[in-house]
């Protein structure tokens, strides 16, 4: 997809001055499509712009000048705390917070671990624990399909032990590549490994977010060539938190508005119980 620069224009909110909420851990999840650094900077000024983006997850980030650019440009958009691992010449994850403190822990995979970013933030007294996830396509015909079904064995792998050390709230967030069993409409081209990976989430102790707020909606992120719709981007949380989950969203605008080939996630999280000190 190519982005003229005149669209590019209409987003130049650098510093847009939103503080982070208090109250509710506010997230944007967005898959930047490896831009290139004039698009990677119009990116985040559409970012920065969101009431609720206190919280960025930010996946297929490149490696190269567009890469550098982006993570650059966050600190300019009052970002005061940014995870930006290095994948060599690999897609990596991002992430990135409103409210300094964003401190990055071990990854829970060492397959790819730069796809895989995890950090914690601590937000009106409670710790806060995001991870970022961006799950390789298909690859290439030579290498179809190893290095996804690698780094999916990895996480699938690592996600019970992760849930259960995982103190305070936890969100997982990011690009799997793969579609929930029962999605419309239906690929014959995803194979069964790809729908247990999704599976892997629920058996670990976590909730679609936006499924468990929205259980028959028709939601797509992202289309093909040929028009075709596909829910490839997830957000999740443990189950014992579902009662503070306030809402979750696709946000059309970037994809339709040329910044980038996927719509964004809006996450919205409670960070306590109402009527609760």
């Not at 930047?32 to 930010?58: E, I, K, P, S, Y």
């Not at 300019?76 to 010449?89: D, H, L, M, N, T």
């Not at 601590?122 to 996804?148: C, F, H, Q």
Request: hydrophobic share 40%.
């Amino acid at each position: 997809m190519t982005t003229s620069t005149d669209q590019l224009s209409l987003f130049t909110s650098r510093a847009s001055g939103i503080e982070p909420s208090s109250t509710e851990l506010r997230a944007v999840i967005f898959n930047t499509q490896h831009a290139a650094a004039t698009r990677a900077r119009a990116q985040v000024d559409w970012l920065a712009a969101q009431q609720g983006a206190d919280v960025l997850v930010l996946t297929e980030v490149g490696a190269g000048p567009g890469g550098d650019a982006l993570v650059r440009a966050l600190g300019e958009a009052g970002y005061r705390s940014v995870v930006a691992p290095q994948g060599g010449g690999d897609y990596r994850t991002v992430l990135a917070a409103r409210a300094a403190g964003l401190s990055a822990v071990s990854s829970p995979v060492t397959v790819m671990p730069y796809r895989f970013p995890l950090a914690r933030l601590t937000v009106a007294g409670r710790t806060v624990t995001i991870g970022g996830l961006y799950v390789p396509s298909r690859g290439s015909k030579e290498r179809r399909n190893e290095d996804k079904r690698a780094f999916q064995s990895a996480v699938a792998a690592a996600l019970p032990t992760l849930v259960k050390e995982t103190s305070g709230l936890f969100v997982l967030a990011g690009d799997l590549n793969v579609l929930e069993p029962g999605h419309e409409p239906h690929y014959a081209v995803f194979g069964a490994w790809e729908y247990d990976f999704y599976r892997a989430f629920a058996g670990a102790g976590l909730i679609d977010a936006f499924r468990t707020l929205h259980p028959d909606a028709a939601e797509h992120s992202w289309f093909g060539r040929g028009g075709n719709p596909y829910r490839f981007d997830h957000a999740f949380a443990p189950a014992a938190h579902q009662h503070l989950i306030r809402s979750c969203s696709y946000l059309h605008e970037p994809r339709t508005a040329g910044l980038t080939d996927h719509s964004a996630m809006e996450l919205t999280i409670a960070l306590k119980d109402e009527g609760k000190p």
